[in-house]
C-alpha cells in the first residue's frame, strides 16, 4: 500500500471522527435525546433537565470530556462494579504496552527500518512511497542494525510480562477487596445441584431435604427446586407486551384509535373498543398463568438451588464429591439471582450435550464462511488481482484518488461491517450450550468472539494469497517461523487502515449511539409516549473485550516489524479510554458481577501474542540471514510459557473461588450481627425463586386472583 492511500483513509476516518464528536457534543444537550446518551441517569433520576432554550445547546463543547477524566476507579466501582474496573484496567493496561512500544519502534527502530536500503525508494515523490519501507523489511540482509531489533524484542517481553505480572496481582488483591467489602450476597451462601438421585418413594424436593439434612446438619439452611417455567415464561412475556399495548392506547389522545377490528391482520370483524377487549384477553392471559403455576407442583426438574448458614459451608459442598456416584448430586456454584438465565435449567444432558456438539460444528462453519469477506478484503487492497478479474475497471481504477479509497479505506470497512454482525450470533450460540447465567454466556461469548477474530482477521488476512493453498506446510512445525515471517510483515499496511476504521471510527461511533438515536426519534414519532421506565442497556463485553484484545494482539506481533502501526494504536486506546469512561458512568448499568473474571482472558491473549511475536522473531531474522539471532531468540517462548504456568498458579485461584480465609472472616463479621444475619436467611429462602412463580398483577383487578400460588420448598 502506498502511503498515499493511507493518509486518504486515515482523513476519511478521521473527518468521520470529528462529526461524530460535534453531533455527539450538541445532541446530547438536547432534553428530548437523555434517554439515548444518558439513559442510566435517567433510569436513576440523576439527570437535572433543562428545558429552557439557550444558544449554548446548539453549540459543540468539550465538557464531557472533563467530566470522564475526573471520576476516581473507586467512583468507577460504585458506579460499574469489578467488572467495569477490569475492562477500563484491560484499556490501560493495552495503553501502556503501546505507549512503551511507541517510543522504542519510532524513536529507536523506525528510522534503522527507513534507513535500510533492501526496498528501492524514490524520494521524489514521498506520498508514493510504498510503507513498507518503514519495516523490518526494508533492513538489509545481514546487517548489525537487526541485532537492535533483536534486543527490542527481548526488552518488550520483558517489559509486557512485568505488566502483566503487575496488573494480574493489582486485580487479584481489588477482587478480594471487592468480596471483604460487599454485603451478604445469596450466591455467596448457595451452590446449585444437579444429578438429584431419584426415589420411588419421594419427591425430589423431599430427597434434597433428605439429603443436606443428614450429611450437613449444622450448616444445611434451606433449598429450592427449580420447576419446568418456559410455558409459563412464555405466557408472561405475551402478558407484558399486551400490558404495554394497553397503557400506549390509554395514553393516546385520538379516541378514534381505540376502536378497531380485530379479526385476521384487523381488517375482519366488528369494530370494539380495543381497551376493553385488550384487557379482557389480559385478564384471561393471567388466569392462564395462575393455572400453570397451580399445575406445576411435581413438575420439577433434577436440579435446586441449596443454600447454607454460612458462606465456608457453600464452600465446601461445592468444592467436595457428595455422593458415591460421581454424576450424581453435581455441585456448581450459583450465580446471582438477577443473572440466571432459566430457560436451559430443563434441558437435558443429552440436549446440552448435542447443544454442544452444534455450537462446535457451526463456530467451524462459520469461520469458514467468512472467509468469503477476506478473499474480498484481500483482492482490494491488490488492485493489479482486481484489474484482472474486472478488465472494464481499469479506467475507473487508474484514477488517483479512486485507487486510494479503494486501497486504503473500502477493505477495513467492508470487513467491519461484516465483523459487526458475529458478536450476536456468537451470544446466540453461547446461549444455546446449557449455561445458567448470562454471564457464563457473556463470557464464552467472550471466547469465542476473540479467536474468532485472532483468526479471521489476523491469521486469514496475514496468511491470505499463496500461502493458503500451501497448507500441508503446517504439519512441519519448523516451518511455522518462516511462514509467519514471510506474511505477516506484508499485511502491516492493511493492519493499520484496519485499526483506523474499526477503531477510531468505531469507538468514536459508540460515543454517538447512532442506532438508539433513530430508534428514539422513530419511537416519538410513530408512537406516544408513556410513562413505563425504558431498559438501561448493558456493556458489550462480547465484542469489545475481542475488540481490544484483537488491536493488543496487532500491537505487540508489529512492535519490531511495522512500527508505523503503533501510533495509530496509541490513538485508538486514548480514545477508547474517554469513550469507555463516559459511557460506563452515563449510559450502561451492569446486569451482573463477576468479580473481574474477565482478566484471565485478557492475561493468556497477551501470553499468546508474545508467543507469536517471538516464533515470528525466529523466522523473521532467519530470513535476514541473522542465524545466530534467530537462535538467541528460541529461549524467549519458553522463558514466556514458565511466566504464564507461575501467574497460574500464583493468581488463577483466586479468580475461581475465594479462599477459606476470607470466607471464614466474613462470617465471623456475621456473627458480630445476629439480627441482620437472620434477616438475611429469611430472604434467602425465597432468592432463588423463579421470577415466573412470582405473582403476576397486570390488569386493575383486587380481587385476589394474583395471590402466590406455589409456596418456596425449604
Not at 442510566?40 to 432554550?53: I, S, Y
Not at 458512568?585 to 463477576?594: A, G, I, R
Not at 525466529?618 to 535476514?624: D, E, P, Q, S, Y
Amino acid at each position: 500500500m502506498l502511503l498515499s492511500a493511507l493518509l486518504t483513509s486515515v482523513g476519511i476516518n478521521l473527518g468521520l471522527c470529528l462529526i461524530y464528536f460535534t453531533l455527539y457534543s450538541i445532541l446530547r444537550k438536547q432534553p428530548s435525546n437523555a434517554d439515548v446518551y444518558a439513559p442510566r441517569l435517567v433510569a436513576e433520576g440523576k439527570l437535572e433537565q433543562r428545558n429552557n432554550f439557550n444558544l449554548e445547546r446548539l453549540l459543540p463543547s468539550t465538557s464531557w470530556v472533563n467530566q470522564s477524566w475526573h471520576p476516581s476507579e473507586e467512583h468507577l466501582l460504585a458506579r460499574a462494579g469489578l467488572d467495569g474496573v477490569v475492562f477500563m484496567r484491560i484499556i490501560i493496561f493495552s495503553l501502556r504496552v503501546v505507549a512503551f512500544a511507541a517510543v522504542v519502534g519510532l524513536c529507536v527502530l523506525l528510522p534503522l527500518n527507513y534507513m535500510g536500503s533492501q526496498i528501492v525508494i524514490d524520494f521524489s515523490d514521498f506520498t508514493n512511497i510504498s510503507l513498507e519501507s518503514f519495516s523490518i523489511s526494508n533492513v538489509n540482509d545481514g546487517s548489525k542494525k537487526l541485532w537492535v531489533h533483536f534486543g527490542a524484542v527481548y526488552a518488550f517481553t520483558a517489559f509486557v510480562s512485568y505488566l502483566l505480572f503487575i496488573e494480574y496481582r493489582y486485580i487479584s488483591l481489588k477482587r478480594l477487596a471487592y468480596y471483604y467489602s460487599s454485603e451478604p450476597e445469596p450466591d455467596q451462601f448457595t451452590v446449585l445441584v444437579r444429578g438429584i438421585l431419584k426415589s420411588s418413594t419421594e419427591s425430589l424436593s423431599e430427597s434434597v431435604e433428605k439429603f443436606f439434612s443428614e450429611y450437613y446438619p449444622s450448616l444445611y439452611l434451606s433449598h429450592y427446586m427449580v420447576h419446568h417455567t418456559t410455558n409459563i415464561q412464555k405466557l408472561i412475556s405475551d402478558a407484558e407486551k399486551l400490558s404495554r399495548k394497553i397503557a400506549l392506547l390509554k395514553s393516546t389522545r385520538d379516541t378514534s384509535q381505540r376502536f378497531g377490528r380485530v379479526g385476521c391482520f384487523g381488517f375482519f370483524g366488528p369494530k370494539v373498543d380495543l381497551v376493553e377487549y385488550y384487557e379482557k384477553k389480559l385478564e384471561d392471559l393471567e388466569d392462564n398463568i395462575k393455572t400453570q403455576q397451580s399445575l406445576l407442583s411435581g413438575k420439577e426438574v433434577a436440579a435446586a438451588f441449596v443454600s447454607f448458614k454460612t458462606r465456608l459451608g457453600a464452600a465446601i459442598a461445592l468444592n467436595i464429591q457428595q455422593g458415591e456416584n460421581p454424576t450424581e448430586w453435581l455441585t456448581e456454584r450459583a450465580p446471582e439471582p438477577r443473572d440466571i438465565y432459566w430457560p436451559f435449567f430443563s434441558a437435558s444432558f443429552i440436549s446440552r450435550w448435542i447443544g454442544n456438539v452444534v455450537v462446535v460444528v457451526a463456530c467451524a462453519f462459520l469461520t469458514i464462511l467468512f472467509f468469503i469477506p477476506v478473499i474480498i478484503v484481500q483482492s482490494l487492497t491488490h488492485l493489479e488481482q482486481l484489474e484482472t478479474w474486472f478488465p472494464f475497471l481499469k479506467g475507473v481504477l487508474n484514477i488517483a484518488f479512486v485507487s486510494q479509497v479503494i486501497t486504503g479505506y473500502l477493505p477495513s470497512l467492508i470487513l467491519k461491517m461484516f465483523l459487526q454482525l458475529v458478536p450476536p450470533v456468537m451470544i446466540m450460540l453461547s446461549s444455546i450450550q446449557g449455561y445458567v447465567a448470562h454471564s457464563q454466556i457473556v463470557k464464552s461469548a467472550c471466547n469465542k468472539m476473540l479467536w474468532f477474530t485472532i483468526w479471521n482477521i489476523f491469521f486469514a488476512n496475514a496468511l491470505s494469497g499463496s500461502v493458503l493453498y500451501r497448507l500441508n506446510i503446517f504439519l512441519e512445525p519448523k516451518e511455522i517461523p518462516n511462514i509467519l515471517a514471510l506474511a505477516v510483515p506484508g499485511q502491516a499496511t492493511f493492519f493499520i487502515t484496519y485499526v483506523v476504521t474499526n477503531g477510531w471510527t468505531n469507538t468514536s461511533s459508540e460515543l454517538f449511539r447512532l442506532m438508539p438515536l433513530i430508534s428514539s426519534y422513530m419511537s416519538k414519532l410513530f408512537f406516544v409516549e408513556t410513562d413505563e421506565q425504558f431498559e438501561v442497556p448493558e456493556l458489550p463485553y462480547a465484542s469489545e473485550i475481542p475488540r481490544l484484545l484483537l488491536f493488543g494482539v496487532l500491537g505487540i506481533t508489529y512492535f519490531f516489524l511495522s512500527p508505523l502501526i503503533l501510533p495509530f494504536l496509541l490513538v485508538y486506546y486514548c480514545l477508547a479510554y474517554i469513550i469507555w469512561r463516559h459511557q460506563l458512568l452515563n449510559v450502561y448499568s451492569p446486569k451482573f458481577e463477576t468479580g473481574g473474571t474477565f482478566w484471565p482472558i485478557v492475561h493468556n491473549s497477551t501470553i499468546f501474542a508474545l508467543i507469536l511475536m517471538h516464533m515470528i522473531a525466529v523466522g523473521i531474522f532467519g530470513l535476514k540471514k541473522l542465524p545466530l539471532a534467530s537462535s538467541l531468540t528460541i529461549p524467549l517462548p519458553i522463558i514466556t510459557l514458565l511466566f504464564n504456568n507461575y501467574c497460574r498458579k500464583r493468581f488463577l485461584p483466586v479468580f475461581k473461588g475465594y479462599p477459606a480465609e476470607c470466607m471464614i472472616k466474613k462470617d465471623r463479621s456475621d456473627l458480630n450481627n445476629p439480627a441482620r444475619a437472620t434477616e438475611f436467611h429469611e430472604k434467602l429462602i425465597t432468592a432463588y425463586k423463579d421470577p415466573a412463580l412470582k405473582p403476576v398483577q397486570f390488569s386493575g383487578r383486587t380481587n385476589g386472583h394474583n395471590a402466590p400460588l406455589l409456596g418456596s420448598e425449604a
